[in-house]
């Protein structure tokens, strides 16, 4: 890109082509006055306050709009364009009706400071006499309060409405001083396209639009931001947790532009789902079920009970016979220490986590085809994709920041984007192509498409020969499926497929995007495997962005996978079968080691059933809900010997313990999370925890301390540096390097500036490997008395089990229950309304729930959101398992509907 010299105020810079005088300035920092001015947004120049002088001009110009040319002159503090700026202020304020020292922004407010700065008369900071709130679209609404009089129509919210989440939701209504901010026809928000994600928030440059349950409870300037990292999906949104000191009180979650990987942008979840830190449901004491019944403990008798149990488990039956389930949702240094003490101290690797159940078939079919399985771009880059291929990944609800720079590489940058996914949805707005295929048939499609690829001869010849083998395995296996024997498996119309492939195969870069759609399958490792095989086929991976990205589920997913709580690897991917590897970590760790792989997390439930396992430690996780035929898990739960939980909540899985442990959540301890893209990233403590609840590391070093296995660390960055020194490709991280943004692995030591993309001129495992995929069907299909194919995932406002986003009433106002879409026809021949409660059945179980009649789901398949305990989906799903990543079937399984008499 071009530069450009020119000169602001006498001093001499240089600038990109394309920039504008303001972008430049702030860039310099160099200050001029702006309001309606979002980096996120296509600059608008309404505000008029950023005008300046620029050489040659008869005119002052807006800067924010005014481009850069060769030699400009620029001037920004001149006695004329000051007294403009100061006219505009007293115009703005105005319109602008609030009080600036009673306002909740008063601090943290750009319209109070350029008053102040201009010196404005002191009656502007004073609203008009009978100047009150009057109803308008947000009224009754939970999450967000519009306040007219702080308006001053910079349109703002409007435009990251539309040019950022792409809902136009917003629009002006009325005309000249009645103009305000309202949605369609003066409709309710949660009637509207809305999605309660709150950019129109952050974008709001003066408190008009702010969240209602921050209203009163603290003004800016009052408030402590401390940044940390959400705690949901695995995007891993830098957020600044808004803390009121004299209340300990979390009032609002903002996010500063700029910030990576989010840019600001949040979620609902992320802005609004934060009402269980403080809710009164938290645990905040040990519980020791006696007789049937909780009843409270100290920490010393809850950890000395623990603690004899297991020891006692052990001498009895082997370590073998104790098991234990770390968690995605805890921080990384959480999950070292307990892989490190069911491995170490208990003498076992029966220890797992909820990746099991969402993406061990990426691990497994990643590192089989290119040697890591993890995401091999970053999230940044896909917006600069030429062709991005969306399969089984329903991002702008399970990952909406992503779909954001999804949104962003079609609408700006012109990329075409394929979306394959049974239901239409919301990304299918903006595909170029969009194609259904039916849940389980990923390989038949992915196949046809390689098919029609090589036919064609779109595939890249020289990085075939000279980055990969088995290239002729899989092209056998290709010759015969046409999209035609494809178009009989998926229903898709073969045309259709290959138009699929050569939007993929003829894109300068394409990147693939997929999710648990691709990998919660019985064949999920074969699917990994597929996806491998197409994007090596078209030389698209090992580049910017052009690669195989997998979103993991949640924020610490990735983490948990890279800290070792899987059954067969040790930190880093190392093998628990290497003897030299083992010999490693027990020099490190001071103790033997076992040498066989432990049991997956299904495993372990089947496991109890046999009486093989005895006792199990579950930190943070919530089977009960979340595993697949969950009647199946609920007997293990109660059959096994001997339970601890270790929550934030007492969860559905908690209910079945012996005994109880209150952990504190994330805004309460330090830490890190590593997300989707490789990232790791800081979690600071900004309030104190609820009772007696402690750190989960620190508990997990009690009870081994308490079991003759001493463990204990001064803080979570100590953990950190046991963690860079056994851990290779967290060899360079460090809370310090780390401080102000994440680094990405490998990372291998304290010089290296981490890894934004992998398999750059060569794949981890040296070539990358190509592999024969043939076709297999689902576990269960359709047959006459079960006809449909009931398919589960998540929904934008609620995530996992609910147990912290169902604390939220702002979310429960617009996501209140679960529910059950099908297609109406099939509603029409079975006589469903929307709305009316129905029964799901499958061969493990029934559940009751209201229909949700909709055309994007295709006739014959059902869906149904897995978050809610009135209607757990997951006693519906099937627990078979895929054979290598032995994940369970949750995407394919044979149901029955039937109408429920309604009550009269």
Not at 155 to 161: A, D, L
Not at 318 to 336: F, H, M, P, R, V
Not at 338 to 351: L, M, P, S
Not at 424 to 450: C, E, H, S, W
Request: proline share 5%.
């Amino acid at each position: 890109m071009s530069e450009i010299q020119v000169t602001i105020n006498g001093k001499e810079l240089t600038s990109k082509a394309g920039q504008n005088i303001l972008e430049l300035a702030l860039a310099n920092d160099i200050e001029i006055p702006n309001l309606c001015y979002d980096p996120r947004l296509r600059p608008s120049g309404s505000c008029r306050l950023c005008v300046v002088e620029v050489q040659g001009q008869a005119e002052p110009v807006a800067a924010c709009t005014f481009q850069i040319q060769p030699g400009m002159v620029v001037q920004t503090q001149t006695e004329e364009i000051r007294a403009i700026r100061k006219t505009v202020l007293e115009l703005l304020f105005y319109e602008h009706r609030g009080s600036c020292t009673t306002c909740d922004e008063n601090g943290d407010c750009k319209l109070q400071r350029y008053a102040y700065e201009y010196q404005l008369s002191d009656d502007v900071f004073e609203p008009p006499a009978g100047e009150g709130r009057r109803e308008n679209y947000t009224t009754g609404n939970e999450a967000l309060e519009y306040d007219l009089g702080k308006c001053i129509r910079c349109g703002r919210c409007i435009q990251i409405c539309e040019e950022v989440q792409a809902d136009s939701a917003l629009t002006f209504k009325s005309r000249a001083a009645s103009v305000e901010v309202s949605t369609a026809f003066d409709m309710p928000l949660n009637d509207s396209t809305c999605e309660l994600c709150g950019q129109c928030i952050s974008s709001c440059p003066t408190g008009a639009l702010y969240e209602r349950a921050a209203k009163g409870k603290g003004q800016c300037k009052d408030l402590v931001r401390t940044r940390t990292t959400c705690p949901y999906c695995g995007v891993g949104c830098q957020i600044d947790l808004n803390v009121n000191p004299k209340a300990s009180e979390i009032v609002r979650v903002t996010s500063e532009v700029g910030c990576i990987p989010n840019n600001g942008n949040l979620c609902v979840k992320g802005r609004f789902g934060m009402d269980f830190i403080a809710s009164d449901k938290r645990l905040t004491e040990p519980l020791i079920k006696r007789n049937g019944k909780f009843e409270k403990a100290t920490w010393d008798e809850a950890i000395t009970f623990i603690a004899e149990r297991l020891k006692r488990t052990r001498s009895q039956f082997g370590a073998d016979s104790i098991a234990g389930l770390s968690s995605a949702k805890c921080t990384n240094e959480d999950n070292y220490v307990f892989q490190k003490f069911i491995r170490a101290c208990i003498g076992t690797n029966n220890v797992d986590h909820c990746a099991r159940l969402c993406h061990a078939s990426t691990v497994a079919g990643l590192a089989r085809a290119f040697g890591s399985g993890a995401m091999t771009n970053s999230i940044d880059e896909l917006k600069n994709a030429a062709c991005i291929f969306v399969i089984g990944s329903n991002t702008t609800e399970a990952h909406p920041v992503i779909g954001l720079y999804i949104k962003k590489a079609v609408m700006k940058n012109g990329a075409e984007l394929v979306v394959a996914d049974p239901r239409a949805i919301d990304l299918t707005r903006f595909a170029r192509l969009y194609i259904a295929q039916k849940p389980g048939t990923d390989v038949a499609l992915i196949n046809a498409m390689m098919n029609v690829i090589i036919n064609e001869e779109l595939h890249d010849k020289a990085f075939i020969k000279e980055r990969t083998e088995d290239f002729e395995k899989l092209e056998t296996i290709l010759k015969d499926f046409t999209p035609e024997k494809a178009e009989g498996i998926t229903t898709i119309p073969a045309d259709k497929i290959r138009a699929a492939a050569r939007l993929y195969a003829n894109a300068k870069t394409a990147s693939i995007v997929y999710s648990m759609g691709i990998t919660q399958h019985t064949t999920g490792t074969d699917n990994v495997l597929s996806l491998a095989n197409l994007a090596m086929l078209t030389g698209n991976v090992g580049a910017e962005s052009t690669g195989v990205n997998p979103l993991r589920g949640q924020n610490n997913v990735q983490g948990a996978c890279d800290l070792g709580a899987l059954p067969n690897v040790y930190p880093g991917y190392q093998s628990v079968e290497d003897s030299q590897i083992q010999a490693n970590f027990e020099s490190a760790w001071g103790g033997k080691l076992s040498g066989r792989k432990g049991l997956t997390v299904v495993e372990m439930m089947h496991a109890i059933e046999e009486g093989k396992v005895k006792a199990l430690y579950v930190m943070g996780e919530n089977p009960a809900l979340s595993d697949p035929n969950l009647n199946r898990t609920r007997r293990a739960l109660e059959k096994v010997d001997f339970l601890v939980v270790q929550d934030i909540f007492l969860s559905e899985t908690a209910e079945y313990a012996d005994v109880v442990l209150p952990s504190v959540c994330f805004a309460e301890k330090d830490g890190t999370f590593t997300n989707t893209e490789r990232r790791v990233q800081r979690v600071r403590k900004a309030v104190a925890p609820p009772g007696q609840a402690r750190s989960d590391w620190k508990i997990i070093c009690e009870v081994a301390t308490k079991m003759a296995y001493p463990m204990s660390y001064e803080g979570a960055d100590k953990i950190m540096g046991e963690i860079a020194s056994v851990t290779p490709i967290y060899g360079g991280i460090s809370f310090d390097r780390i401080d102000s943004v994440g680094l990405q692995w490998p990372c291998l030591d304290k010089g290296h500036p981490g890894t934004r993309f992998l398999h750059e001129g060569t794949f981890k495992r040296g070539k990358g490997k190509f592999h024969a995929v043939e076709f297999i069907e689902a576990d269960e299909l359709p047959d006459e008395d079960y006809p449909f194919v009931l398919t589960t995932g998540r929904q934008l406002y609620q995530f996992h089990t609910g147990t912290m986003t169902r604390k939220s009433p702002a979310i429960n106002q617009v996501s209140p229950t679960g529910y059950v879409e099908i297609h109406p026809d099939d509603a029409r021949r079975l006589e469903i309304s929307s709305g009316e409660n129905v029964e799901v059945i499958t061969r493990r179980g029934r559940v009751t729930t209201p229909a949700r009649v909709t055309s994007k789901i295709e006739k014959g398949w059902l869906f149904m959101p897995f978050h809610f305990r009135e209607s757990p989906a997951n006693m519906l799903t099937n627990d078979a398992l895929d054979p290598t990543a032995k994940i369970p079937e949750y995407k394919v399984c044979a149901a029955a509907v039937n109408k429920t008499k309604q009550p009269k």
